[in-house]
């Protein structure tokens, strides 16, 4: 099946710092997703980004299809911001399933 | 809020209990997933159904039994489960079974004495 790497698996920022997430992936997909999940397990989603750019304050997501890569940017990171984020795709030639990433643990100080 | 709910949020089930999960979406979609996160795995797929039927089982032991009465709703039943099924269960739900954007509920953490 499909694999999906995200890196670094653990960061730690102090609040204002800025971060880039990066997420590989195997093969084709037709579906990618950026989630947040907080302290309670709830899956927050952040983007739906198949493929282009798209920003959400000071959130922002890019993915290269043809090169099999999404970056998840995160600017004047916040306390809140804490959490685990998680990429999954939809790969192309086989199933329905999120196939997840093991996900990056960040960790904002104040 | 995602639109998505699950009861219970949390459940403690001895090995010999039956008992149910259940999910529910608001958001007229056409299909809906149970996922499993557990401490020493990736978040993974177990069930997919698509206006009510089910196309994918992830090879999912038959002590759970997944019930999706309409499109709306979906059950997970649970029976004789074992310790190392002590997991949070997600359910989700999206417009289309391939290529829309899936939505999850809040999940329920259980756990297996």
């Known amino acids: 099946g499909i694999q999906v790497e995200q890196s670094p698996p653990d960061l730690i920022l102090q609040e204002g710092a800025n971060s880039t997430l990066r997420c590989n992936f195997s093969d084709s997909v037709n579906n990618l997703q950026w989630f947040h999940q907080n302290p309670w397990g709830q899956l927050i989603n952040l983007f739906y980004i198949p493929s282009g750019t798209k920003q959400n304050g000071r959130l922002s997501a890019t993915t290269v299809a043809t090169e099999r890569y999404s970056l998840l940017y995160i600017s004047s990171s916040q306390t809140t911001d804490s959490g685990v984020y998680f990429c999954?795709?939809?790969?192309?030639?086989?199933?329905?399933?999120?196939?997840f990433g093991k996900g990056t643990s960040l960790l904002v100080t104040p | 809020e995602t639109g998505v709910t699950q009861t219970p949020r949390h459940l403690v089930m001895g090995m010999t209990n039956k008992k149910s999960l259940k999910c529910e979406q608001h958001?007229?979609?056409?299909?809906m997933y149970w996922y499993k996160q557990s401490a020493k795995k990736p978040l993974e797929l177990m069930f997919v159904?698509?206006?009510?039927?089910?196309?994918e089982n992830n090879s999912v032991p038959s002590r759970f039994s997944p019930e999706c009465p309409n499109s709306s709703h979906l059950f997970l039943h649970l029976h004789t489960l074992q310790p190392e099924d002590s997991a949070l269960y997600l359910c989700?739900?999206?417009?289309?079974?391939?290529?829309?954007?899936?939505?999850f509920g809040p999940g329920t953490r259980l756990t297996v004495l």
């Open positions: 999954a795709v939809v790969a192309s030639n086989s199933g329905y399933a999120l196939n």
């Open positions: 989700a739900s999206s417009q289309d079974h391939r290529l829309d954007e899936q939505f």
């Open positions: 159904y698509n206006f009510k039927e089910q196309t």
């Open positions: 958001l007229g979609h056409n299909a």
